[in-house]
């Protein structure tokens, strides 16, 4: 399996910007979970799903971000306006039922300029 | 009080010796307890899995947990500088939130000749 695919694995935008990360999830795994981990606040959970409704969406930290799951092997997360202070790694990762580890993927840098 | 709580470091150990890395955790229906590793740039990898008191050993690493005290511990026999890394403790609820984990903001450890 190809693990965890996320794109871009950069992104560096303007203020007031709209940005786009991507993932697909391990192929059976029923949990997606977006993270944001920054220097100071380490690793956030922003959203989760299951069995692709979005379960817990606590840590989203204003309007201006958004996650959907379509369907099984694919979940976008939107920030818009896009601000610096978003600029963080975002991690998406998955689980399955019966298996608490997570398997990460390789992160998205965003840079907020 | 933060849910997850870890001394950020950085822990500096000499090759050989033995690192100790600690955890607090608030919640008391915690009932799951991970550390994983993430080395610079990369993402969190799972190394330990601990759920009852006591402790737990795989290889050079050790997991201890003290559910009254409400604290996780990772030891590090024979120290390599391989071992360079943030570590990051996670835990899950008894009961809700599914996979859900949540983490502290990770010790970073350095092994050094």
């Known amino acids: 399996d190809a693990g965890v695919i996320q794109s871009p694995r950069h992104e560096v935008t303007e203020m007031g910007q709209e940005v786009t990360l991507r993932c697909k999830p391990i192929?059976?795994?029923?949990?997606l979970f977006w993270y944001r981990q920054t220097m100071m606040r380490g690793l956030e959970l922003l959203i989760y799903?299951?069995?692709?409704?979005?379960?817990?969406d606590s840590g989203m930290p204003e309007d201006r971000f958004s996650a959907k799951m379509p369907n099984a092997s694919f979940s976008t997360l939107k920030i818009q306006p896009s601000e610096p202070r978003d600029s963080a790694v975002y991690f998406c990762?998955?689980?399955?039922?019966?298996?608490?580890?997570?398997?990460f993927g390789s992160g998205t840098q965003l840079s907020v300029l | 009080q933060k849910e997850v709580e870890q001394n950020s470091g950085p822990l500096s150990v000499p090759e050989g010796a033995i690192a100790s890395l600690n955890c607090t955790y608030s919640?008391?229906?915690?009932?799951?307890f991970f550390w994983y590793r993430q080395y610079s740039g990369k993402s969190p990898e799972l190394i330990m899995s601990?759920?009852?008191?006591g402790d737990k050993e795989d290889g050079r690493f050790t997991a201890q947990l003290n559910k009254a005290s409400q604290y996780v511990s990772l030891l590090i026999r024979d120290s390599q500088p391989s071992d360079s890394a943030t570590y990051l403790c996670?835990?899950?609820?008894?009961?809700?939130?599914?996979?859900?984990?949540?983490f502290g903001t990770g010790t970073q450890l350095k092994v050094e000749l």
């Open positions: 192929s059976g795994h029923d949990y």
């Open positions: 996670a835990v899950k609820r008894l009961t809700g939130g599914g996979n859900k984990l949540t």
């Open positions: 799903f299951n069995n692709n409704v979005p379960i817990d």
């Open positions: 601990i759920y009852s008191n």
């Open positions: 919640d008391r229906v915690s009932q799951s």
């Open positions: 990762a998955s689980s399955q039922t019966g298996n608490e580890k997570l398997f």
